[in-house]
């Protein structure tokens, strides 16, 4: 059974950064794709960053040129670089498989950017 344990979020102003951590409790080697994903007041789970297993990544256009996944299989760690943070980025973030299993759901780690 993998559980899933995020970390890093954190209050950090317009423009700053943040580097978000998963890290599971079981091997997610055999997982093609892990994502993070992100739920902000009001609205619905998004992705936000994909990466494979041989490293190619994925963004939505709201995160492009400022988020980077990255995935150290060895550690069994999946990390997202935030940079260039706005308001609107404020939400809880989560790491699951993409397309997500539904029971590897974690408590998320919130991230608020206000000045």
């Known amino acids: 059974q993998v559980q899933l344990v995020e970390s890093g979020g954190g209050l950090v102003q317009p423009g700053g950064s943040l580097r978000l951590s998963c890290a599971p409790s079981?091997?997610?080697?055999?997982?093609?794709?892990m994502g993070w994903y992100r739920q902000g007041p009001g609205k619905q789970r998004e992705l936000v960053a994909a990466i494979g297993r041989g490293g190619r990544t994925n963004y939505p256009d709201a995160a492009k040129g400022r988020f980077a996944i990255s995935r150290d299989n060895a550690k069994n760690t999946v990390y997202l670089q935030m940079n260039s943070l706005r308001p609107e980025d404020t939400a809880v973030y989560y790491c699951?498989?993409?397309?997500?299993?539904?029971?590897?759901w974690g408590q998320g780690t919130q991230v608020t950017v206000s000045s």
């Open positions: 079981g091997s997610i080697f055999s997982i093609n794709v």
């Open positions: 699951n498989a993409v397309p997500p299993i539904e029971h590897w």
